[in-house]
């Protein structure tokens, strides 16, 4: 049965319907529904207990939120459907929700569910305890034997680490997810819809769910390969949490198709001063910087097989990323290797490459930026196009903190023993005071020296003369070491070896 038949067999249809579908929707399908009298909004989903879903749930929260004044009318509802009462409103965007104007009225309707819901709510409720799910997540994907588990143990000590450092929580009704998109304005009132995650949890899960601050939500590279298609590359481990971001984040107007190639392709990076010359050996293709230069994409030819080349590095050196048809990768891989060796090409690790992009400065996503840092408090903001007038996600949160300043910024630490070993986490002390902790850390080959990453916090403002004026000491196992600090990449800082 199609999601139309079952609509129409419903039975509570007054003449007949017209249906059309609501764009959006991951864990249920979305139709508006019209029929003599009203339009209704029905949402058709089952249950999904590995995403901690049930639906008799949802029904309770929905007719709860409803008598606090906070949500439509629950019209009808029958196993895998809810009927709700539509409203005639536009969905929130983001950038709605940053308005001092738009949070004066969101906030109250976010208070209100966490006071007001629970005196309405009748059954058994829920409990979306975050650090639960996340160990139910792992425990899943253990038992699927999931290409992610050399990432699990880490992943979830960090989680634990984070739930322990929280300790006890005020406890309040929740929505769980407070995605602008969830609230509806009809001119007059704003209102709260989709409760599917509903539960108790602490407030400050939706306080978090709700901020928008400009932060960094993935680091990807996108290549432009034809006048309406893109190539877009992420880390190995980022993959689901990158398409997932990017997938809610279309535009509901916009026709744009994501689509999963990853199981199509192999990749190897080709980096190093003598890059160049190594592809130079095995293609026809014209390689150099005039042709190729930086920050660009070129189909060349190895050894007959097409080859998707990337001019971009991670390790702050000339370089390359080859991304391969499967089926050829071995052939590629075989022929650089043969005739790269009498250039020095050999097989590295990712600790060689932690090594490069320490000393080049290049960040880390999940460590050193992600959601919670701006690209001005990380010293990206010069990759941030405020000059245009192009409307994009956080505009207006970095332009608030050009003009007004940050509390913190990235900045790079050198011990001055250079026998200290930078693993991150380490206290960062700036005369004597703490002010942060490293968000990573290990050891610059090229330069012989450990370094680190870490933001320095001050709740009256960072800026970079702030920065530059202390005196610094790290705390290595509980020994405090004189280290000197540095807002600028340690090698290669005029990019003059990348761009080559």
């Given amino acids: ?19 059309s579908p609501i764009a959006g929707g991951i864990t249920n399908r979305n139709y508006l529904v019209s029929d003599a009298v009203a339009r209704c909004v029905v949402r058709l989903g089952s249950d999904i207990p590995i995403h901690h879903i049930n639906r008799q749930n949802e029904l309770a929260a929905s007719r709860a939120a409803h008598a606090a004044g906070i ?41 209100a569910c966490h006071r007001d819901i629970a005196r309405h709510f009748r059954g058994q409720a829920m409990i979306f ?18 290409a992610y588990l050399p990432l699990l143990a880490g992943l979830v000590g960090k989680a634990d680490m984070l739930e322990e450092a929280a300790g006890p929580f005020e406890i309040a009704f929740g929505h769980n997810d407070l995605l602008a998109a969830n609230f509806l304005d009809d001119g007059k009132r704003l209102w709260l819809i989709d409760w599917d995650y509903a539960g108790f949890n602490t407030p400050l899960f939706d306080l978090g769910g709700l901020a928008s601050k400009g932060g960094i939500e993935c680091d990807v590279t996108v290549a432009r390969i034809a006048e309406n298609e893109y190539y877009i590359v992420t880390g190995t481990g ?7 971001w990017i997938a809610r984040n279309i535009p509901a107007a916009m026709h744009a198709e994501l689509v999963d190639v990853t199981s199509a392709y192999s990749v190897l990076s080709l980096m190093g001063p003598n890059s160049r010359a190594v592809l130079e050996k095995v293609t026809g293709s014209d390689v150099s910087n005039a042709a190729f230069p930086f920050g660009k994409v070129r189909t060349v030819s190895i050894a007959g097989c097409p ?25 590629v891989y075989d022929v650089l290797m043969a005739s790269g060796g009498e250039l020095g090409l050999v097989n590295a690790g990712y600790r060689a490459i932690e090594s490069c992009r320490l000393e080049k400065g290049y960040r880390a996503w999940g460590s050193d930026i992600g959601p919670d840092h701006t690209p001005v408090e990380a010293g990206l903001g010069w990759a941030v196009k405020m000059r245009k007038n192009i409307p994009f996600r956080g505009r ?38 703490r002010v942060g902790w490293l968000s990573s850390g290990g050891f610059g080959h090229t330069l012989g020296k450990p370094i680190g990453y870490g933001y320095v916090r ?17 705390d290595v196992a509980r020994e405090r070491i004189p280290c000197k600090v540095s807002l600028s990449p340690l090698y290669d800082p005029d990019m003059a070896r990348v761009k080559a």
Wanted: proline share 6%; net charge negative.
């Fill in 71 to 111: 949500s439509p009318a629950v019209i009808h509802h029958s196993p895998g459907v809810l009927v709700l009462e539509y409203i005639e409103a536009r969905a929130l965007s983001p950038e709605d929700i940053r308005t001092p104007q738009m949070l004066a009225q969101v906030v109250p309707l976010v208070r």
């Fill in 396 to 433: 207006e949160a970095i332009g608030q903190q050009l003009a007004g300043g940050v509390k913190k910024r990235l900045a790079c630490f050198i011990p001055e023993d250079a026998d200290a070993v930078l693993l991150g986490r380490e206290t960062i002390y700036r005369d004597g005071k």
């Fill in 307 to 331: 080859v998707r080349a990337l001019r971009i590095t991670y390790v702050g050196e000339l370089g390359y990323e080859l991304h391969i048809p499967v089926e050829y990768a071995t052939t």
């Fill in 129 to 146: 305890w975050v650090f639960h799910v996340i160990r139910d997540y792992a425990a899943n994907l253990k038992v699927s034997k999931s």
């Fill in 238 to 244: 980022f993959a689901t949490h990158d398409f997932d």
């Fill in 458 to 474: 001050n709740p009256d403002g960072v800026t970079e003369d702030f920065v530059l004026s202390g005196t610094y000491e790290l």
């Fill in 1 to 19: 049965m199609t999601p139309e038949d079952r609509i129409h067999a419903l039975g509570i249809w007054q003449g007949p319907i017209e249906i």
